[in-house]
């Protein structure tokens, strides 16, 4: 603690001259590998599967061990139901690659639904749903 600093007040600065976030780098870094997939894309289910890091950090507290379990559900359940509005958007995509006008046309009339139920639910932002169907329509149009 310094002297010009009122009692009870922490610098974040410990004696040795290291602050608190050196003396936690690398808790940092350790998470970074798990978040990282070596294609390169976010997979972070390794932090939700049990017996790993994930696991050090539950509460005590009966109903707080109960939340941790119900976000972890609840969380799968939220990654496949994004999984399944994204494979009907490249159903879309491809069908549009392909040339095939019906098929693309028959398959965004049955997405639109499905990102609006999503957006709805919070499974994706509005923004993006607003975005998926504005690009897929314009890519239907320019194939007119």
């Not at 040795?16 to 970074?32: F, I, L, P, Y």
């Not at 790993?52 to 939340?67: C, E, F, G, P």
């Not at 976000?71 to 995509?93: F, G, P, W």
């Amino acid at each position: 603690m310094c002297a010009t600093e009122p009692q009870g007040r922490s610098s974040g600065v410990s004696r040795e001259g290291h602050s608190r976030r050196d003396a936690n780098a690398h808790r940092h870094v350790r998470r970074a590998t798990l978040l990282d997939s070596p294609t390169g894309a976010p997979n972070n289910t390794a932090l939700f599967e049990p017996g790993t890091q994930r696991d050090l950090h539950v509460a005590n507290i009966k109903s707080a061990k109960k939340r941790a379990r119900q976000a972890i559900k609840r969380r799968a359940h939220n990654v496949a139901l994004r999984s399944k509005v994204r494979n009907a958007v490249r159903k879309v995509l491809k069908a549009v690659a392909a040339g095939d006008k019906e098929a693309a046309a028959a398959s965004f009339k049955a997405v639109v639904p499905e990102i609006d139920r999503m957006a709805g639910k919070g499974i994706l932002r509005k923004s993006r749903a607003a975005h998926y169907k504005s690009q897929l329509n314009a890519k239907l149009r320019a194939m007119a």
